[in-house]
């Protein structure tokens, strides 16, 4: 367990013990599911309305409009890996199968699971063992590559660019050998939800049109490439270089359409409380909870982007985040 874990373990303590309400807001939200449901027939219902678009319009939607959705579906699935939607391996299991029929992404959604509990949040901040560190090595070559960076971006662009971006760079320069842990996947529900995917994208280029079926492949890798304006500019805002600090809160507009994943610092001292309950954490205890973030995911993404997406920026061990910390206050000056 890192040092960032037990300061987040030691906290939660100190704060039931000033405000042990805060326990009656422990457990899961099973309503989550309404919410999840209502996402997977939003993204079809995309899919269906560009069925006669040319593929150029499609992209725009994707880029606009689409990658949004399937972040805000994304959310339960980092709920569902806190087990916070249904209960039990058989309540987590359909949550992430009804999960998939909007996402439809090869069954990646059981690979997060498996992962974040047991890798992110045990191991915070332990570039070893938290896998949401970007491998050290590649990230050293992209920074020293700016036309590289350019051309990454610009494939990330594309539908499926990122799958074929990261095999590249994975040829150029292998990642290190790290201690990752995950928690035991079940085999048949990866199956299951592989083939879930297959037979709906099947479906969708079948019955609705091949335009259905590339606007919902192409929201899904922009989502989750250097173009996921908010799924990115999350992940840099939740453990950013430009203050010392554990983890990091956004008390913005967008946890509406994101279910309060805004409230980060909260989620990691109170791991079991649901997206609903956060707010009212924060509302209880705001002595503790003042480790906010005052940008927002797409002024940080922007600034990213406008270095050519380098990774210095999206981590603290580079030599140059110690020196040159762009994210901080005063060099932050791009508009909302």
């Known amino acids: 367990m890192s040092s960032d874990r037990q300061w987040h373990g030691s906290r939660s303590k100190k704060i039931l013990q000033d405000h042990p309400e805060i ?21 079809w219902s995309l899919a269906w309305l560009v069925k006669d678009l040319s593929w150029w319009q499609i992209g725009l939607i994707a880029l606009f409009l689409g ?145 259905a079926a590339l606007y919902l492949f192409w929201s899904l890798t922009l989502m ?13 805002a939740e453990h950013n270089i430009y203050r010392d600090g ?19 610092d909260e989620h990691h001292t109170f791991a079991n409380i649901p997206w609903i309950h956060l707010p009212k954490v924060k509302k209880i205890a705001p002595e503790y909870f003042t480790n906010d973030n005052p940008y927002s995911y797409s002024e940080i993404w922007w600034l990213w982007a406008k270095s050519t997406f380098k990774p210095v920026y999206f981590n603290r061990y580079t030599p140059e985040s110690n020196n040159s910390l762009s994210f901080k206050p005063s060099s932050l000056k791009v508009g909302n």
Do not use: M
């Open 224 to 236: 989750v490439g250097n173009w996921g304006i908010t799924f990115k500019g999350q992940s840099i």
């Open 246 to 264: 554990k983890t990091y809160s956004t008390y913005r507009w967008t946890n509406i359409p994101f279910f309060n994943t805004g409230y980060h």
């Open 23 to 43: 326990k009656q807001y422990f457990g899961n939200y099973p309503l989550s599911i309404v919410f999840i449901i209502a996402l997977v027939i939003l993204q």
């Open 67 to 211: 990658q949004f959705v399937l972040h805000s579906l994304s959310v339960f699935i980092h709920e569902a890996a806190h087990n916070l939607v249904f209960k039990g391996k058989l309540g987590n299991a359909v949550t992430l199968f009804i999960i998939e029929l909007g996402s439809l992404s090869f069954g990646k959604s059981l690979t997060y699971v498996g992962k974040h509990g047991k890798s992110h949040h045990r191991h915070l901040n332990d570039y070893e063992q938290d896998y949401e560190w970007w491998d050290k090595k590649q990230a050293h070559f992209r920074s020293s590559n700016a036309y590289l960076r350019w051309g990454e971006s610009l494939l990330h662009l594309f539908p499926g660019g990122v799958v074929l971006a990261d095999l590249i760079i994975a040829n150029i320069a292998p990642a290190e050998s790290r201690n990752i842990q995950s928690a035991f996947k079940s085999p048949s529900l990866n199956i299951a939800l592989i083939s879930t995917s297959i037979f709906l994208y099947t479906c969708a280029w079948y019955y609705i049109s091949w335009q």
